[in-house]
């Protein structure tokens, strides 16, 4: 029998996710399926490089919108969705009564919109990034805001999504 290869967790084990903090994470689709959106042509070197939601894509939007509502304690700063990923700046405050871990929330907006897609959309894990400062927090601020427009350059960028 083949032996499949062991797991490698993503977690930081000596860290609680329960704990206050920014984390900035990265959801991907399963296979790097591009079917969350389309990059579209920038119009003019001033403007932003628009982006146009799929179904999907729409659909993970109003979720990733509704955390705030949904869960005392905890903000989405920031997020992007790209075509075949998301990424997103939580700021979990247990002070203002959330109660959850980093985990579960993700697990949550996976599981919310791969039902509301009627098939699986994400792969298995995420990965995660616990902010230290705000001159961090600002580079990924600025980070988000120009990821559509290097989205050839990027690393989850494939030939399929341009």
Not at 129 to 152: C, F, K, M, V
Request: glycine share 4%.
């Amino acid at each position: 029998m083949k032996k499949l290869p062991d797991r490698v967790t993503l977690r930081l084990r000596e860290y609680d996710y329960k704990s206050n903090g920014v984390y900035f994470v990265t959801v991907c689709t399963d296979d790097r399926q591009s079917i969350l959106c389309d990059i579209l042509p920038q119009t003019d070197m001033f403007s932003s490089v628009p982006t146009r939601l799929t179904k999907i894509g729409e659909t993970v939007d109003q979720a990733i919108r509704y955390i705030d509502q949904m869960y005392d304690g905890v903000s989405v700063l920031d997020s992007i969705i790209m075509p075949n990923h998301i990424h997103l700046l939580i700021m979990i405050d247990h002070d203002n009564g959330c109660e959850l871990s980093l985990s579960t929330i993700i697990g949550r907006l996976k599981s919310f919109t791969t039902k509301r897609a009627g098939r699986k959309i994400w792969q298995r894990s995420f990965h995660d990034h616990i902010l230290r400062d705000g001159e961090e927090l600002q580079r990924y601020y600025t980070y988000l805001s120009d990821n559509p427009a290097l989205w050839a350059l990027d690393k989850y960028y494939t030939e399929e999504c341009a």
